[in-house]
């Protein structure tokens, strides 16, 4: 196949603590390699930013997005960020685009690459959707997927927990990433989704879910250790209990420190705890609402077993979708904003709900500053995961605005100008200086995700990776990202180049070719006899509740044109 | 003063978009530049010139630019569409979202308007002096907001779902009007000076005044006495009660 | 002889998964737990008049021509034309959608699904007020109330209520009827109607105003509520708002005696609003009842592919959306398009007589397995493969479930998917060559 080599870029590698390091990168059949011939095509990228391609490990990309596409026929014609939104007729490249929050799935395949993102991981699938997250994931152009599979109020798994059957439990959830072609465990609101089952939630981790007799601390912990067994490549993927209420930061330690003794054999968290900004909140009420991001802060600093991702808030129109179906219904009903809701059988719910943040109000405001105080006081940003929980916090093509604000302390005092007062004596952010580097954003964007999603070809550039490359319009040499901050958002809004697989697929922020990514899943590979022991209760389950046969259920092989499957081996 | 003269050479049955024909787009533009301006008819575009005769007298700014549209354009969609200053004058008939999204100006239609006839409309004037269609003064799919300012004047009747969605300035319709209008009325005001049909549906805010008949009043209204507007006693009527929070006022006979 | 089982019954929103299947010598020969809508289609197949072969219209007849000749004709009329309608592609594969859109795109076309004569409103419903919803097990497992609302199960929708709704056992319902009530809601006592606790009738086209005074009780503001409201005496209907309140689950399904009667979208948007205001109180759903196999599919592909589930209008090159201006039947009255292809869909039958007198002057593409009232408007016409028989594929149960259709017997036609392409490619050829 064909070999390229990028001369004169300026790399940054955390991964193989390259810091902004002036080199040549070989190309050859879509990998790194050490050297190419002297037929490879060439590319100056003329001392410029040069990144692995960005890794987005938590996204609403396919599946649950459509229920947000349906409902939002005004979305399609938002156009707040000029170049990344709005409607776009077809060229000879490029397929129609439309949205901004629910943009349809061509344009978001051409967006994150204008970003320089080549790989993201869609947040939630449901098992009995998994079909239909992967149609949409085939039609998704450029980049690699993976998706998280939903496991946190399925019935089979809280039986499983309460009956004390370990075994068992770990071969339903490698049957369930088969199922579903997923990639790791997912656990929302453990058990409120069953709870909402009956229009109830869980209060915390130690309310028991109704009917199966189960907590949602046990769940967790459950499910860590099939995780752990199971030595998948992600640890547990957790949005915790409580999840937006005044005072929920107490549940979001308390359920850090349950998974403390979790050991894995692999280099990587045992926990990943999802969207914190939604999660740490302090008061008791929206009344005496404050941001509790130090206490938060301070415990993950004091702590080596956990990483997590933001879930920053972006001013203006967002859309809020989640599997906690409680607290999307208990959205619609604060903000008199339109809801659809789909309860999953026998395995979990979710609901969807449009909501503008907006500067003046000092709820939103303070959500603002949450998850920057929170990328700020974590010392250590291998454990942080840049995120907006897309488009929950805020459409993806916000990124380049948002690493502004945590390279620029600058660029956020502007911002806080704007905020009324009284949410400036329920924030930190006005006192914190810290600013970001180059190098810690490329952790943040995807270096850590390489570790944290055990991805060894993915977030960097080390001979071997997948040839995933993004060069940005920014020399490291010259430019001040702190008090250049215009700059830094209009380089990171459309990359020089965008290189997949070792393909031009963007060139100066524009679509260029538009091959098809491909699709990371695990089969994790359970004893047989406790596989059979466990579809023992499996086919009883769909003899009796499910509406979909068993032979009908899982997602098959025409689905993933182009799988890439890691299997693991029980431990 | 500027006024440009547009007349319709030949009828069309496939529409054409003229969202380009507006006071804004028009202003202290030659003849030539004018017949230039691409319109979509179809799936493709063809220039003004093709399509009307144009003849113009004078130059000036939006604010001062008069167009005056001949020939029958009852297909022809989107004229006058964001202006923002400025006066057009349709003596036709005139195709969907006529004035939609303006923020100023005014346009006089002297024949019927077809659905969605100053949809979104933000400031300015709409005089229609015939009959609208559906969603006169309404929102887009979607939309939580209709109508946000400015004042529709209908002579004649309009269909269904008049002002849906409003969220500011006033319609007044002196005919009848079909069903559901000011449904999610969010702080505008409708005078139906006909009949009408179960009006008012989940307002939230602002004020529905029906002179004539109402058909089926909503079972969501709570009586408030009666209140004289312009020496015309009302009946009173609170709601729509299922909106949490609303102050919504439907005066009716 | 071959048996298959857990086949996928392809005739309605219900999508049973679990029929099995006899054929022998390449016929299907025997169909077992199908209801007899299913089984027609299965069986029904091989008595029916199947298009034979390729057809182009020649002074006034349409003639046999070859496939290719055929492809050429049909890509002329599309590349000549202004605005083409493209409508149906329901009782079809996702795969041949996502390419009916690409095609749509590709010439500047407007497309639509029977949506448009159907469940249109809900989505507009949704686009209002949002769709609380469930999957059909989460129903089968708990609901204690079931009201089926200006729809007719027993006869459009056959084993719904055994194997989702009423009659079904789940794990919170294991008497299955015995543990549940049943209302039914609609202007005319039906056979679904007669299988209820309760039967509540309604005055035509009063659907709005009779929910807007349940919702007002459910609110707790009984007392604005006139003696009578859309034919039904105030006691009766505080009756039902207190069963509603008091179920520990509903599910509100509904139909076109909701979307298609006077006030249309808006009754779906009354549906949700009274959905979100019960779960104050208890949980409550509500599901569309979607005819056509695969309704719900072309609603979820075209939302993926271009942002909206129907009614999309390409000709200004990105899509555009507009139901009242933009369906199929808005074009044609009005007579906005110029050309037409009509697939896995019967227009003829089902469309008003305004718009069928349109369609009979401009040019027309179908592509069918079966020759049906449309073909007498069709210039040039395309045998198709039966989808769910004779080529496998994707479709969306009524609850946004999809499931693989398989492919049961041989055939020598060719799928919609197959035609769609070759057309798109044949498009190509004719604008690139210009
Ligand atoms: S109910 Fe519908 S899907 Fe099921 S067998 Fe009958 S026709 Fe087929
Ligand atoms: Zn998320």
Redesign the pocket.
């Known amino acids: 196949m064909s070999e390229l080599l990028i001369k004169n870029a300026v790399v940054c590698d955390p991964i193989n603590k390259i810091n902004c390091e002036k080199m040549d990168i070989s190309v050859k059949d879509g990998k790194i390699v050490d050297s190419v011939s002297s037929g490879a095509k060439v590319i100056d990228a003329g001392g410029k930013l040069t990144m692995a391609g960005g890794v987005d490990g938590h996204t609403h990309c396919a599946g649950k997005i459509n229920v947000g596409r349906f409902m939002s026929p005004h979305d399609m014609r938002m156009t707040n960020v000029p170049g990344l939104s709005g409607k776009e007729a077809p060229t000879a490249t490029t397929r129609a685009q439309v949205g901004y929050n629910t943009p349809n799935a061509f344009a978001i395949g051409y967006r994150y690459a204008k970003l320089g993102y080549t790989t993201i991981g869609e947040a939630a699938i449901p098992i009995i959707g998994a079909r239909h997250t992967h149609e949409e994931f085939e039609a998704i152009p450029i980049l690699d997927k993976f998706g998280l599979t939903l496991f946190g109020s399925n019935w089979q798994v809280m039986e499983y927990i309460r009956d004390d059957e370990p075994e068992k439990l770990a071969a339903y959830v490698a049957w369930g990433l088969k199922a579903s072609r997923g990639y790791g465990i997912k656990i929302v609101n453990p058990g409120g989704g069953e709870a909402w089952g009956w229009g109830k939630n869980v209060s915390g981790l130690d309310d028991p879910v109704p009917n199966f007799d189960v907590t949602p601390a046990q769940i967790v912990v459950g499910l860590a250790e099939a995780n752990e067994k199971l030595n998948l490549p992600h640890s547990i993927h957790l949005h915790c209990n409580n999840l937006g209420k005044p005072g929920n930061y107490e549940t979001t330690i308390a359920t850090m420190k349950l998974l403390e003794n979790i050991k894995s054999k692999r280099d990587r968290q045992v926990l990943h705890v999802t969207h914190v900004q939604f999660n740490a909140y302090g008061g008791t009420s929206w009344r005496d609402f404050e941001s509790a991001a130090p206490q938060v802060s301070d415990y993950i600093n004091t702590t080596d077993h956990m990483t997590f991702d933001l879930g920053q808030a972006i001013f203006g129109p967002a859309m809020t979708m989640t599997a906690d179906g409680p607290v999307e219904y208990s959205n619609s009903r604060m903000l008199h904003a339109k809801w659809s809701n789909m309860d999953v059988e026998l395995e979990d719910a979710s609901g969807v709900v449009p909501i503008t943040y907006s500067p003046k109000n000092f709820v939103n405001a303070v959500q603002w500053a949450i998850g920057l105080e929170l990328a700020l006081l974590v010392k250590d940003p291998w454990k942080v995961m840049f995120t907006t929980d897309s488009p929950n916090g805020g459409s993806f093509v916000n990124y380049p605005e948002a690493y502004t604000y945590l390279m620029s302390a600058k660029r956020r005092a502007e911002v806080i100008e704007t905020l009324p007062e009284m949410a400036l004596g329920r924030m930190n952010i006005p006192g914190i200086d810290r600013e970001l580097d180059l190098y810690e954003l490329a952790i943040m964007t995807r270096a850590m995700q390489s570790k944290m999603y055990c991805m060894d070809t993915k977030g960097h550039i080390g001979v071997g990776a997948d040839a995933d490359i993004a060069i940005y319009d920014l020399k490291p040499d010259s430019v001040d990202t702190s008090v250049e901050y215009a700059a830094v958002k209009k380089a990171f809004s459309g990359a020089t180049y965008t290189i997949k697989g070792g393909e031009v697929v963007v060139k100066d922020g524009e679509i260029t070719m538009t091959p098809e990514g491909r699709t990371y899943w695990v089969n994790a590979k359970m004893p047989q006899a406790v596989n059979d022991a466990m579809q023992v209760d499996l086919v009883q389950k769909f003899k009796r509740y499910y509406t979909v046969n068993q032979a009908n259920y899982m997602v098959e092989d025409a689905y993933l044109p182009h799988p890439v499957e890691i299997t693991t081996e029980a431990i | 003063m500027q006024t440009v003269t547009l007349s319709l050479k030949e009828k069309n049955t496939i529409p054409i978009e003229a969202d380009a024909i507006n006071p804004d787009n028009f202003a202290s533009k030659s003849k030539d530049d004018i017949a230039a301006i691409m319109v979509w008819y179809g799936n493709a575009q063809s220039p003004i010139g093709d399509l009307f005769d144009v003849s113009i007298d004078g130059s000036d700014s939006a604010g001062n630019t008069k167009i005056i549209i001949n020939g029958d354009v009852s297909r022809v969609k989107r004229i006058g569409q964001d202006m923002s200053a400025g006066e057009i004058v349709i003596n036709s008939s005139v195709d969907m979202h006529c004035g939609s999204n303006m923020t100023g100006g005014k346009i006089t239609i002297n024949g019927d308007a077809d659905s969605w006839l100053g949809c979104e409309m933000k400031g300015g004037e709409i005089e229609l002096n015939g009959n609208g269609g559906y969603y006169v003064g309404g929102g887009y799919r979607g939309e939580a907001c209709g109508m946000k300012g400015g004042k529709i004047t209908v002579t004649g009747n309009v269909r269904d779902y008049l002002g849906e969605h409003i969220c500011g300035g006033e319609i007044v319709v002196k005919g009848d009007v079909g069903l559901l209008p000011g449904i999610s009325n969010s702080g505008g005001k409708i005078v139906i000076e006909g009949n009408t049909t179960m009006p008012a549906s989940e307002m939230k805010s602002g004020t529905i005044i029906v002179k004539g008949k109402v058909a089926e009043l909503m079972p969501t209204f709570k009586e408030d006495g009666t209140e004289e507007v312009d020496g015309v006693t009302y009946r009173k009527l609170l709601g729509d009660v299922n909106i949490a929070g609303s102050k919504g006022v439907l005066l009716v006979k | 002889m071959a048996v298959i089982t857990d086949a996928i ?1 392809s ?2 929103g ?3 998964d679990d ?1 099995t299947v006899t054929v022998e010598n390449n016929v299907i020969t025997d169909v077992e737990r ?2 007899i ?2 089984r027609n289609k299965f069986v029904g197949m091989f008595l029916h008049d199947r298009i034979e072969s390729p057809m182009i219209r020649k002074n006034g007849e349409l003639v046999d021509v070859s496939y290719e000749e055929a492809i050429d004709e049909a890509a002329k009329i599309l590349v000549n034309s202004k605005r083409t309608l493209s409508y149906g592609w329901c009782s079809t594969s996702c795969e041949a959608i996502s390419k009916a859109i690409q095609l749509a795109e590709e010439t500047g076309s407007l497309i639509d699904s029977t949506a448009n004569v159907c469940h249109g409103p809900s989505a507009l419903a949704v686009q209002e007020k949002g769709g609380p919803s469930a999957t059909l097990g989460v129903v089968k497992n708990r609901a204690d109330l079931i009201i089926f609302w200006g729809c007719n199960p027993a006869h459009a ?4 209520m055994s194997r989702y709704s009423s009659f079904s056992k789940g794990f919170f319902t294991q008497k299955g009827r015995k543990d549940r009530k049943m209302v039914v809601v609609d202007v005319r006592k039906t056979d679904t109607a007669k299988l209820a606790d309760k039967y509540v009738e309604l005055e035509q086209g009063s659907d709005y105003l009779y929910l807007a005074a349940i919702r007002s009780i459910v609110n707790g503001h009984e007392d604005v509520v006139p003696e009578v409201v859309a034919g039904v005496p105030k006691e009766e209907i505080i009756e039902v708002a207190n069963t509603l309140k008091e179920a520990k689950f509903s599910c509100i399904f509904y139909g076109m005696g909701v979307t298609q009667s006077r006030s249309k979208y808006k009754n779906g948007d009354m549906v949700s609003s009274l959905i979100s205001d019960l779960n104050q109180h208890s949980k409550s759903v509500m599901i569309g009842m979607r005819g056509h ?1 695969n309704v719900t599919g072309f609603g979820q592909v075209a939302t993926w592919e271009t942002g909206f589930p129907m009614a999309i209008d390409f000709t200004r090159g990105a899509p555009y959306y507009n139901p009242g201006e933009t369906g199929a039947n808005d074009v044609l009255v009005r007579g906005d398009v110029d050309a037409a292809i009509i697939a896995a869909a019967d227009a003829g039958a089902h469309f008003p007589q305004e718009s069928l007198k349109y369609l009979a002057k401009i040019p027309v593409i179908q592509i069918d397995p079966y020759a049906n009232p449309t073909t007498e408007l069709s210039d040039v016409v395309f045998p198709a493969a039966v989808v769910g028989v004779e080529a496998e594929g994707t479709a969306y149960r009524m609850d946004g479930i999809s499931l693989r259709m398989k492919k049961l017997i041989d055939t020598k036609f060719k799928t919609d998917e197959e035609i769609t392409v070759d057309l798109i490619n044949k498009v190509r050829e004719l604008k690139g060559g210009a």
Request: with cysteine; aromatic share 6%; proline share 6%.
């Open positions: 019954c005739l309605c219900s999508l049973c029929i199908a209801c809508l299913g929708h056959p084993r719904h196999y």
